[in-house]
Structure formats: structure tokens, C-alpha cells
């Protein structure tokens, strides 16, 4: 629950926000929706501005922000799109997939922006791609597509792989159809492959355990706000049981993970700011198609390989956009 000095604070942008004093325009209002914690949203934040300045609006002039961060708790997501809604944002960036549900149930009126959603049309944020048709639009990370090349990677990296794990979050909403989508690829390598559970830190050791258990060699992560918080701890587990990883977060690497082939998240960032403008400038989201990012990187640890016994091909070297440690 937030405390009367918070929901204070917010007041006086409100209250600048709909005046319409004399020749000043009327500020935009964005609300901010995301699992993620306050801390690790800081430097995207940044990004987003220094985006919005490059198309000439200035925070605090033309528009203003109000943020609700999950702190890594998903289920706080559908009170704090409420509160959004009941502020009366102009729109709503919506940043990963339960973030974008919690605000479509929110609201069918005020505009949606989203970032980091794998299958906009599966998880029923628009009809199509190429032309959304309700009040959502925004940027899918196509993390079912880049599959695929993770298991391929994987194959590259350790030698003789036969069993790979998927670890995956039950809360997000594509879980059920994991499986489904890997298995498919994973078989075309000759690999076989099963999943993995974990939905809170508590079960992080225990997917660990069945992991080996069930004789995995590596194991691959799926795209995930809360996973992603718990990089740390997955990074730490994956060298405590000595399991290759390949996962879509490139600072996992630079925290010590084996491998990442993914969306840059900066990139999306500023690339949701391109969406805002369109949306204020009068375009209406439905009409706006739903891009892909372009830029993808594979980041390669080689401390970690090392720790786990394995060496770096050459075929994923010249791959490599960075090669760290």
C-alpha cells in the first residue's frame, strides 16, 4: 500500500499536468509499469529520457512520469495498474508481458506501450502484428524465435550434448507452451530436452537438483522479468553444479553466466520512446504495428567457461559480439 507522502508527491505533476494555464501546453502524463526493481529500472530510465529529449520533449517540460515498480513481485502488478488508471494517465508503458496483461485488465481506453513480449497476438495484446486493433502496440523481444539459436549455440559450446533443461517461470503466461516451442528445434539437433520450474527463489536449488537429477548437461533460460532478477543466484547454482547456460541477458555474462543470445535491452528502451511520440502526436495504437528489435547480440563468458571446463570454439568466437572475462 502506498503511504500518503507517495501518493503527495504525485499530486503536484498531476495538478501542472491538466491545468490549462494561458499559451503552456498541457503536460503529458506516462505511467510507468514494471516488475522489475527501482534500482535495476534506473539506468533504462535514463535510456528512455535521453530518447524522448532526441525527439524534442523534455521531462518535466512537456511531459512527466509516474512509476510503479513490482520490486520483483508480480502480483503487485494489477493494484499499481489500477492506481495508474485512476490518476488518469495519457498512456502506459508496460514493460514485460505481466506488466502489459496487468494493464490491458486495467483498462480498455488509455494507451498501452510494452516492451519485452514474446507473442503479442498469443498472449492476446492485439489481433495482429501488422495492425494491433485495441489499445496496445509496442515492441515483442520474440524470445520463442532466438530459442532455437541458444540450443544451437549450446550444441557448439559443449561437447557430445544430448540433454538440455529449459528453465522457466510457471507464472509467465507462455509457460504451457514452452515445451511445445523448443521441443521441436531442440529434436532437429538431436537433443533432447524438459522443463524446468522455478517461480520463486526458494525454488531455484530444487530446479537445480531435478536438473541434474534428470541428467541435463546444460540448460537454457527463458525470458523472464522475475528470472532475470535472480541472475545472481542463477549464475552462482549454475557453477555449484557445474551446467553450461545460455540465457537472453547480456549482463548475466558480465556478472559471471556462461553465454546470452538476446534482444539489447537498451535499444528497446529508447525504441518504446518512438511509440510514445507517435501515440501524443495524435496516432492511434491500434493502427501502430508491432515491431521486433533488430539488434541481437551473443555475449560470451570466458572466466566461466573456464570454471567449467570447456573452451571457447572458435565458431563461437567470430559469433561473438563481446567475449568477457
Known amino acids: 500500500m502506498h503511504t500518503r507522502r507517495q501518493v503527495l ?18 503536460l503529458k502524463v506516462i505511467g510507468v509499469l514494471s516488475p522489475y526493481t527501482t534500482q ?21 517540460k512537456q511531459f512527466v512520469m509516474i512509476e510503479r515498480f513490482g520490486e520483483g513481485d ?5 493494484q499499481m495498474a489500477t492506481e495508474l488508471v485512476a490518476l488518469n494517465v495519457d498512456l502506459i508503458f508496460a514493460s514485460s508481458t505481466n506488466a502489459a496483461k496487468a494493464a490491458q485488465q486495467a483498462t480498455a481506453v488509455i494507451p498501452i506501450v510494452f516492451e ?31 530459442g532455437p539459436k ?26 504451457s507452451t514452452q515445451l511445445q516451442r523448443t521441443r521441436p ?3 532437429h539437433l538431436g537433443l533432447e530436452v524438459f522443463l524446468v520450474a522455478a517461480g520463486r527463489t526458494d525454488d531455484l536449488e530444487v530446479a537445480f537438483q531435478e536438473m541434474k537429477q534428470r541428467y541435463a548437461e546444460a540448460f537454457s533460460v527463458v525470458a523472464d522479468a522475475y528470472l532475470w532478477l535472480q541472475g545472481k543466484t542463477i549464475n552462482d547454482l549454475a557453477l555449484k553444479y557445474k551446467l553450461p547456460s545460455i540465457s537472453p541477458f ?22 518504446v520512446a518512438t511509440f510514445v511520440d507517435r501515440i501524443f502526436k495524435g ?10 528489435p533488430t539488434t541481437i547480440t551473443l555475449v560470451v563468458n570466458q572466466r566461466t567457461a573456464k570454471l567449467l571446463g570447456l573452451a571457447i570454439p572458435q565458431a563461437i568466437s567470430l559469433q561473438a559480439d563481446r567475449v568477457v572475462g
Open 250 to 271: 547480456e549482463d548475466w555474462v558480465d556478472a559471471g553466466g556462461l553465454m546470452s543470445y538476446g534482444v539489447n535491452p537498451a535499444a528497446s528502451i529508447a525504441r
Open 9 to 26: 508527491k504525485v499530486l503536484p505533476a498531476l495538478a501542472l499536468a491538466s491545468s490549462g494555464a494561458d499559451s503552456q501546453p498541457k
Open 283 to 292: 496516432l492511434r495504437p491500434e493502427e501502430i504495428p508491432i515491431e521486433q
Open 116 to 146: 519485452g513480449v514474446a507473442d503479442p497476438v498469443m498472449a492476446g495484446f492485439a489481433q495482429s502484428v501488422a495492425r494491433p486493433g485495441r489499445n496496445m502496440t509496442g515492441l515483442s523481444n520474440f524470445a520463442a524465435d532466438l
Open 74 to 78: 508480480n502480483g503487485r502488478l494489477a
Open 40 to 60: 535495476t529500472y534506473r539506468p533504462f530510465r535514463e535510456v528512455f529520457l535521453r530518447a524522448m529529449a532526441d525527439l524534442g520533449y523534455g521531462g518535466g
Open 185 to 187: 528445434s531442440a529434436e
Open 150 to 175: 541458444r540450443f544451437q549455440l549450446l550444441k557448439q559450446m559443449v561437447p557430445r550434448l544430448s540433454t538440455v533443461a529449459v528453465l522457466a517461470n510457471p507464472e509467465n503466461p507462455y509457460y
